[in-house]
């Protein structure tokens, strides 16, 4: 896992050099779908239909914080039928576990 994310990092890194413009706040939309574009195997047509249309689309961190939102029983929508399986929320600490490991290496 700290493989990958540090090659993310090196990706961003690359990225937000060729293409200062990406580095604001307001452009992470247009730097997810450039970093799809330069490090996965999406097509140009794609990639260009996204980088007009998905600026308008809901915000990726709205929708997950509606999510968490909705998945916490402190929050007035919650709902405890629409709680993370088991073995996801399992998986979740993994993943932070990982990323905190990660993240304490680069700090040093």
């Known amino acids: 896992m700290a493989q990958d994310l540090q090659k993310i990092q090196d990706n961003v890194r690359l990225l937000l050099t060729k293409h200062a413009a990406l580095r604001g706040p307001f452009r992470r939309k ?4 450039q970093y799809w574009l330069d490090n996965n195997e999406i097509g140009k047509f794609i990639a260009n239909t996204l980088m007009k249309e998905y600026p308008y689309w809901t915000s990726a961190e709205s929708i997950s914080r509606a999510i968490r939102a909705i998945q916490d029983p402190k929050n007035r929508n919650y709902d405890p039928n629409l709680k993370p399986l088991p073995e996801l929320e399992q998986k979740r600490f993994e993943m932070a576990d990982d ?3 990660f993240n304490s290496k680069v700090g040093q």
Not at 30 to 33: N, P
């Open 30 to 33: 247009q730097a997810h779908i």
């Open 99 to 101: 990323n905190r490991r």
